[in-house]
């Protein structure tokens, strides 16, 4: 997608009297994937709570935003670890929520092309009961790209799918969300290693970059620069108090 803008975060954030994080200088670039790891509980769901509007029990004190300085509200799609698919509702149905809630008539030729490109042709009026693990993540993607805003951030969204189908996954969701500001939050280093165009690792005191392997993305799962910062992620990760 041209023109999709990047994303910063200066500041601190609390739930209620509990700090999250403090001092916080994040900034994810522009029309690429940023990987952000860390151990649980340093923070990393808070920032994309913030990114996406999700933010009414978070105490912010900072600045957060995009590059071209307009709203979040409008600009940002969210694709969280479920797929959050509502059982009652096709395929095509829970595609089209978003336009359904805010009050909009779906389109259905949009409709139809996101189903293709998402290879679940013949399934628009399946209900998620009868969609495999690997399936309800692809119409949890679908209805993301239906959304078709500039910012998607991801929360660890192939996490619970086995290797096979979490590598395919992935290797869709870079196609499809190609040229779009993605930030995808991951406990994973093979994920990092693999889709990352930046890499952050995220402590409770900073955010550091780590280089990421050479050549596009998604890398080859067996390349050695692959498996080396991968093998490097891990180590720093285990290190995390």
């Known amino acids: ?57 978070i105490s912010f004190s900072g600045d957060y935003g995009n590059s071209d300085g307009g709203p979040l509200a409008g600009q ?57 693990g690997g399936q309800r993540q692809r119409v949890a993607l679908a209805r993301t790209l239906m959304e078709d805003r500039p910012i998607v951030l991801l929360d660890e969204p192939f996490s619970s799918l086995d290797a096979r189908t979490r590598a395919q996954m992935q290797e869709l969701a870079t196609e499809l969300l190609y040229g779009r500001t993605v930030l995808l939050v991951t406990h994973d280093p093979a994920e990092a290693a693999r889709l990352g165009h930046v890499i952050k690792v995220m402590t409770c005191e900073t955010i550091d970059d780590v280089t990421p392997p050479a050549g596009q993305v998604p890398r080859p799962v067996d390349d050695e620069e692959v498996l080396r910062v991968q093998a490097g992620l891990l180590a720093r990760l285990r290190a995390e108090p």
Do not use: H, Y
């Open 76 to 132: 940002v799609a969210l694709m969280a670890q479920s797929d959050l698919l509502l059982p009652w509702l096709t395929v095509s149905q829970n595609i089209a929520l978003g336009a359904r809630l805010r009050g909009e008539k779906p389109d259905q030729n949009r409709i139809a092309d996101v189903i293709d490109r998402t290879g679940l042709s013949g399934k628009a009026a399946s209900r998620p009961s009868q969609l495999s």
């Open 1 to 57: 997608m041209n023109n999709a803008p990047s994303l910063f975060m200066r500041g601190s954030a609390a739930f209620g009297s509990e700090p999250v994080f403090s001092g916080i200088d994040l900034t994810i670039a522009a029309g690429q994937w940023t990987c952000l790891l860390g151990s649980s509980g340093v923070g990393k769901t808070t920032v994309l709570k913030l990114f996406a509007g999700l933010n009414e029990a």
